[in-house]
């Protein structure tokens, strides 16, 4: 009866706890989970019970569970108070399970109870009887009970402090237990899940669901939100969807949050993170923001493509074909790094056509020069090559990682920067799935990548040994160029040729083999339009030929390829006149044909014949009725542009700002979607109809280029703005001779593009009308029917004398001044105020490059001259605090450092929130067995309790009580002449007055938790007052007052470091004052070793005192100086926090820490 029967979806992740549960169980070990609420701790263990028909009792501990709570239960019959056995002695006489939960709330002395019983194997009962392990030690005693050899104990606990604020039940009695941690389940063994609780549920929700979750949790083991979202939730979110299907995925996710939604920084962050996993919550029904559909003007009847009817009455010309082997070098081992995608879902708020993104980790100067996608059982890779330096990401357009190869020794970037390496990719199929082949047109070098193996390979096509010699760099018109195709790559084959030869080779990767095909003519360009079909493009003429070749060349001797003349001929126009027509060459071309229905569509008349859709610069899209199968006639049909787009060499666009592009871009920007009837493409802003797609009044936005999609279904187009590039390489010419728009376009699947912004962020798009409608209809089912400037340090020797200090001339034309003793704001000069210099009176930024003087010159400076520039120092400081404090609130100023650490000051806030005290009260401790009569148990006394006295002793808190004291801060603070003087390097002093302006805004209010003070040290002093104790500042004015203060000391403060003197000074101090708990922090930059400062003297003090939780934090440093630092210094007391928003999570790892230790 008392074996339990729960609801239970069995996973993976809770099969495997419960096995190593067992063998423990097995074993006669007393469990213990440990594990966050709502990850499903009571439900393992009532799965547990029941596979195993094992009875459990069951009992729950609280803050106020004593020991006789714990072994005796009141209950009422007949009118009187009648004491039964507890859960606990039921289960040791019976021989049952006992589940004690909760068990970290429970007071230690409670717990201790547990540990007897368990240890021991004794217990003394409230009502005198005595538990046993042991029958032979009963001896015909009486009042005692024996344990049941099947008695086990299961104990469940939250892991300590924060957020639970439960006692460390592991540390104290973790010993005595077979311990098993509990986690929430991995994603796959969630959403394994989930599909049972919600079968009916769509899986793309389940999957969101999942990923929003495990990122919430995520940020609460940061401390960045205040509750850990358990499963518990997602299962109860699921529960509900199954069973109201029509009810919005957003508004039953409102259901869990909405208590979080009055606090507008936690649902700021809630909000961000559903809408990165694609949950629209706050978004309307009408929230939709699809492209403008303008019109496509009527088709046109081109006239015809012929094969073979030359003028001299020649059929074909015949192409010799030879064949060889290919030499294979290598194979490389080369080293493939893993990183992690952050994808973004990009309908959130509204829905458009872009449907998610992610970035690729490039560098400032790399470029992306191709991209090209594989498709094998339903898993879409991308592939992005970049080429300065060269290399290769490839990723799972639905995974969470991607993958980098660096082949910056295969393609190396020479010295003076001309040669522009130029890669393309192409991905090869089953049996070759996972490999790929990268092409350099330049130096013709074509390797064979294995991403599953690790290997590269170099293939020489026989064609390279007979090669001339390559020309050099400085001969740059006679540079080759060697290119790529690749529309068969997935068939394991591909055809280089070089751009004004004459001939064609064809590399079969799986055999092994090239055949290499000669021809009569001088190409330009070569379209692969059916596997024994190519079109041909002369170079000088751009005359157009069909090559046709055997399906299979045989590999021994010589095959033989035809080679027709392919005429274009204009409709004829009677009395047998004929147009010249001037010859356009296609942009891209279909390697495959329309379906009947969509060629039927297109063309207005049912019509069943083999067709290719390709286009051009002069038309939106082109299709040639019976081409290339049949040899009669055929019929072509465009869509013409109102304009001709701008010859692809040398167009002027604004994105490169004004720069002259020389040379044709490599890149088309074109693919045909053959399954959507659509022809996309990548425009500049400056080929597309702006004025008719904004409204007059709207300005349009700045962008990478424009998606054309032309649908030749619904005879519409449409132009889709990419968003701009958030970096691009500086190399502009470089880029120019890539592309013509800052965005590479590939297609994704059968009904969408990729698109990829040489700033390396990918985006999905969906093109396709029926794609477009279906995902619309789902999205709105989850609705629910209702630059910092680089700084440039020179070392200078300047060779004058110093003569007395001065402020100088201040140039009204801001020049840079060099070494001279005249201007203000100079460098690497003497005598006046400025950076890098000697003898001047103080620092003055004036934002040119840095000219330093040596340190021993700046020595060398006389006593008197240091000592009158020190005077001029103060006097100007003196100045300046007066300013400071006479001048006008400036909202603007604060707000820079204010507004950068808003979400810092809420984090820290919430730390704040859950701290609990630490120090020891004298008071009276109750539930003793010896001292005073406790009036409260006098009852208890008469029942048999024997604990009823009182006695007074230092108590430990219990974790979560309130602070009877305030904890004590000493926050010491850098602001030395090295913090302004590197400022612009990596803004060290910005860093320090922003953390700073957090401490200030999230300690207000706190006063009966926290007493802090600010102090500062530089060459000036050790013990610099900036916010003294019993003058907090009270509002923005005042604290803007300290952060202007910080400033101007660290400008006109002398050189020098205090470090170690105004820590030690923190420490002495601040005991010196009764307080829950002390804390010295020292912000610093990581300058000590130019001053001689050993890191072991730094690490002697910050330990000196057991009392004072010390800890260094470094927010400067040059180079890796402050984690060199790091590794010397005692584990734990120091940190290293180049970005100001990581500084709340370290404070509460310090926090936490103290609070976990004793003192």
Known sequence: MKVPDVLFYDNIQHVIVMEDMLKDFLLGEHLLLVGNQGVGKNKIVDRFLHLLNRPREYIQLHRDTTVQTLTLQPSVKDGLIVYEDSPLVKAVKLGHILVVDEADKAPTNVTCILKTLVENGEMILADGRRIVANSANVNGRENVVVIHPDFRMIVLANRPGFPFLGNDFFGTLGDIFSCHAVDNPKPHSELEMLRQYG???PEPIL??????????RSLADQGIINYPYSTREVVNIVKHLQKFPTEGLSSVVRNVFDFDSYNNDMREILINTLHKYGIPIGAKPTSVQLAKELTLPEQTFMGYWTIGQARSGMQKLLCPVETHHIDIKGPALINIQEYPIERHEERSLNFTEECASWRIPLDEINIICDIATSHENEQNTLYVVTCNPASLYFMNMT?????FVDFFDIFPRTANGVW????????????????VVLHEQQSNVILLLDTTGRALHRLILPSEKFTSKKPFWWNKEEAETYKMCKEFSHKNWLVFYKEKGNSLTVLDVLEGRTHTISLPINLKTVFLVAEDKWLLVESKTNQKYLLTKPA??????SGVCQLYVLKEEPPSTGFGVTQETEFSIPHKISSDQLSSEHLSSA?????????RILSDEKNYATIVVGFPDLMSPSEVYSWKRPSSLHKRSGTDTSFYRGKKKRGTPKQSNCVTLLDTNQVVRILPPGEVPLKDIYPKDVTPPQTSGYIEVTDLQSKKLRYIPIPRSESLSPYTTWLSTISDTDALLAEWDKSGVVTVDMGGHIRLWETGLERLQRSLMEWRNMIGQDDRNMQITINRDSGEDVSSPKHGKEDPDNMPHVGGNTWAGGTGGRDTAGLGGKGGPYRLDAGHTVYQVSQAEKDAVPEEVKRAAREMGQRAFQQRLKEIQMS???AATYERFSGAVRRQVHSLRIILDNLQAKGKERQWLRHQATGELDDAKIIDGLTGEKAIYKRRGELEPQLGSPQQKPKRLRLVVDVSGSMYRFNRMDGRLERTMEAVCMVMEAFENYEEKFQYDIVGHSGDGYNIGLVPMNKIPKDNKQRLEILKTMHAHSQFCMSGDHTLEGTEHAIKEIVKEEADEYFVIVLSDANLSRYGIHPAKFAQILTRDPQVNAFAIFIGSLGDQATRLQRTLPAGRSFVAM??????QILQQIFTSTMLSSV
């Not at 999957?207 to 919430?216: M, N, T």
């Not at 299979?552 to 001797?557: D, K, P």
Request: aromatic share 6%; net charge negative.
């Open 420 to 435: 522009h390496p130029f890669v393309t990719v192409a991905p090869l199929g089953s049996p070759l799935k996972g490999q």
């Open 1139 to 1144: 970005d100001t928003k990581d500084i709340p």
């Open 199 to 201: 079968p009916n549920v």
């Open 399 to 403: 995974g969470k990682s991607g993958f």
């Open 552 to 557: 299979h060349i045989e590999s021994e001797g």
């Open 888 to 890: 006008e609130y400036d």
């Open 207 to 216: 999957q969101k669901l999942v990923a929003a979750f495990g990122e919430l």
């Open 603 to 611: 063309v207005e008349q049912k019509i069943a014949s083999p067709n």
